[in-house]
């Protein structure tokens, strides 16, 4: 794993002073950059031809903890009142990082460029009020800090460029929950992501989490009923299953691609349920060919999402089986990989009392201990919690088998 630069930079022949960047010379180390970034688009300026590579140097300091133990956190939770009893909860737990949203679920940045000029302005939203302290409290405090970029899921985008959008009947198509969602069989869009989660990685955040890497689900259904293009991928001897996953494959290829000059872990947010199958034939998710371009990946395995499965009728109801089962099924998925990503599964803090009575059951410390016990028994260390509010238990262990 990439936890430091001094590597890259040394092998490149290229050092970052006061934030600048000066150029080594030398045949041999012009060699070594240009083999190294044959790949790699310059994007953020101009520099000398024989400089193929740079090394970003954010001002800030941070290092990979022994094992990511992260929990969610909105903007507003970020910009506002609740930051300092999440950071007190980090600090007095064994919690160690944060996932804060950059670009978020309706497709709003979460904060206020400093570049006027910004081609982000018109979707800025001022919650974070202040990212460069916030940085620097990440810093202090010692917490790993991961930016979310909600992808492909962007009703803002959708309805500002309705020709990158699903369309029906000449009108932007929406889901049951009104959320509009971009195609990611353009690479427009692509561009467009991958260029705030660059604006992210010189913000300081050592990783970048790309959430919503996919069609919208049950897409299946209705993949020749909607109006969209399929850009670069029409005529593709291959039927639109195979076409849907190979975009989003793509795609993530493509922005690790990109991201590797700011050196940043990339991750990627995936349904569990993928893993149990070859592909997800709706929503273009391929579990292990995901994981073969990510450091991280991150299963979504909260136990309320699951229908009877793992021979286990009500899953939310026994929250340890079912994160134990799933544990061993993407073990041995991983285990087929020649690069085997980290896991770093989402788990739950919730109580889902949607699912109706006898299909849930309260969540507090014990449940959520239960699932991370369940990880760890089967070499799972990372994790991350999800509280859609940002309200989490506490009073629970999160290292149990530390003790």
Same mark, same amino acid.
């Given at each position: 794993?990439? !936890? ?10 290229? $050092?970052? #002073? ?11 180390? &012009? ?40 929990? /969610? ?21 064994? &919690? @160690?990082?944060?996932?804060? %949203? ?5 497709? /709003?940045? *979460? ?8 081609? =982000?302005? +018109? ?30 899921? %962007? ?10 959008? $699903? ?17 990611? =069989? ?8 991958? %260029? ?8 300081? =955040? ?8 996919? $069609? ?12 969209? *293009?399929?850009?670069?991928? !029409? +005529?593709? %001897?291959?039927? @639109? ?7 989003? *494959? +793509? ?55 699951? *229908?009877?499965? =793992?021979?286990?009728? !009500? ?13 061993? #099924?993407?073990?041995? !998925? &991983? +285990? ?13 803090? $919730? ?7 006898? @299909? /849930? ?16 028994? @089967?070499?799972?260390?990372? /994790? ?11 009073? &629970? ?7």
């Amino acid at each position: 794993m990439k !936890k430091m630069i001094g590597g890259l930079v040394a092998a490149v022949g290229i $050092f970052v #002073l006061g934030g600048t960047l000066v150029q080594a010379e030398g045949e041999e180390v &012009l060699q070594a950059a240009q083999h190294a970034t044959k790949k790699v688009e310059m994007q953020t300026r101009e520099l000398p031809i024989s400089i193929a590579r740079f090394a970003f140097d954010s001002g800030y300091t941070f290092t990979y903890p022994d094992a990511v133990r992260g929990i /969610y956190v909105t903007g507003h939770s970020a910009g506002g009142e609740r930051f300092p009893r999440l950071l007190d909860l980090l600090n007095k737990t064994d &919690l @160690n990082a944060m996932v804060i %949203d950059i670009k978020d679920d309706h497709g /709003y940045l *979460t904060y206020i460029p400093e570049e006027e000029d910004s081609p =982000f302005m +018109d979707i800025a939203q001022p919650y974070i009020k202040d990212p460069k302290e916030m940085m620097k409290t990440l810093e202090e405090n010692e917490v790993y800090p991961i930016g979310r970029i909600v992808v492909f899921k %962007d009703t803002v985008l959708a309805k500002k460029r309705p020709d990158l959008s $699903f369309q029906e009947n000449g009108k932007v198509w929406v889901n049951g929950r009104e959320e509009a969602f971009v195609s990611p =069989f353009l690479k427009e869009v692509w561009d467009y992501n991958v %260029d705030i989660a660059i604006e992210a990685a010189k913000m300081g =955040f050592q990783e970048i989490q790309f959430d919503y890497v996919r $069609f919208p689900e049950g897409f299946e259904n209705r993949d020749t009923s909607l109006e969209y *293009t399929y850009g670069e991928y !029409k +005529d593709l %001897d291959m039927d @639109n299953v195979q076409k849907r996953v190979e975009a989003v *494959t +793509d795609f993530v290829e493509y922005a690790r691609e990109r991201l590797e000059p700011y050196n940043v872990q990339v991750s990627v947010d995936i349904f569990g349920y993928t893993a149990t199958l070859p592909e997800a034939p709706g929503i273009g998710q391929n579990f292990s060919r995901i994981s073969e371009h990510v450091d991280v990946i991150s299963s979504m395995i909260y136990p309320s999402h699951w *229908t009877a499965y =793992f021979g286990i009728e !009500k899953p939310d109801t026994e929250p340890y089986k079912l994160i134990a089962e799933y544990s061993k #099924l993407e073990n041995a !998925k &991983l +285990d087929e990989l020649e690069n085997r990503p980290v896991s770093r599964p989402w788990i739950q803090d $919730f109580t889902a009392s949607w699912l109706g009575a006898g @299909n /849930y059951i309260p969540y507090g410390p014990k449940e959520v201990e239960d699932q991370i016990r369940a990880l760890n028994e @089967n070499g799972i260390d990372e /994790y991350l919690i999800w509280n859609a509010g940002n309200s989490y238990t506490e009073g &629970l262990d999160f290292t149990p088998l530390n003790d």
